[in-house]
């Protein structure tokens, strides 16, 4: 655990996060960045969710069969009850599977002068924000936005299609539960469709109440 009493007066902290749809490279891009830091020596620990288990039990685990070691946790607490005083970076994969407890623990280590890197989905299967990263992508320094590639088209891909038939946010999967979509062939379900409705509607009319229609100009 990390202690006050001797822990190291390091330089400014520094949140570093990765985002993108499904098969975008967000965890091959955690790694680089943690190996990079490791072959400097610096000391890294690496954290992901336990319900996260696809690939591998404990190591952090990319689509493209890259890993590298990591912990396993089970909620944010658990994360800053493990960091070392010797630890320098602290990397994060899939982030969004985390409570929002996660904005806190992130926020603490960076004032202590931890470098943190995470990685995780912006957007959920109905393209909604994913869990707390909206206010991870807001709180970062660097933010660095990845796509895939479109199932359909092979354009850019911005979202993460599900091909399951499940309405739970949290399913965890690979390319047997999801695929990459581009924004023109991404599919909404009727329901989705119906409360994007509602929620369009809900801003036109916020919209005309803060800004009424007067077509007279009057100086005064």
């Given at each position: ?174 390319t047997e539960a999801y695929e990459a979509r581009c924004r023109a062939h991404f599919e909404y379900s009727e329901t989705e469709t119906e409360e994007d409705r509602q929620e369009q509607e809900l801003l036109n009319v916020t ?14």
């Amino acid at each position: 655990m990390l202690s006050l009493s001797n822990f190291h007066n390091f330089s400014t902290g520094h949140l570093e996060v990765i985002s993108g749809p499904m098969f975008s490279g967000k965890t091959e891009e955690l790694i680089r960045r943690v190996r990079r830091a490791q072959i400097a020596r610096v000391k890294v620990q690496v954290f992901r969710p336990s319900i996260d288990n696809r690939y591998n039990d404990k190591d952090v685990v990319s689509h493209s069969s890259q890993s590298i070691e990591a912990i396993p946790v089970k909620n944010s607490n658990d994360i800053w009850h493990r960091i070392k005083d010797s630890t320098r970076i602290v990397a994060i994969d899939e982030v969004q599977f985390f409570d929002n407890e996660i904005i806190k623990v992130v926020t603490k280590l960076t004032n202590r002068g931890h470098r943190l890197i995470c990685a995780g989905l912006d957007l959920d299967y109905r393209a909604k924000p994913f869990g707390p990263m909206p206010a991870l992508l807001a709180m970062a320094d660097e933010i660095v936005k990845v796509h895939a590639i479109c199932t359909i088209c092979g354009g850019i891909a911005t979202r993460s299609q599900r091909v399951v038939n499940s309405k739970a946010q949290l399913l965890v999967g690979a390319t047997e539960a999801y695929e990459a979509r581009c924004r023109a062939h991404f599919e909404y379900s009727e329901t989705e469709t119906e409360e994007d409705r509602q929620e369009q509607e809900l801003l036109n009319v916020t919209t005309e109440n803060a800004n009424p229609t007067n077509n007279s100009l009057q100086i005064n």
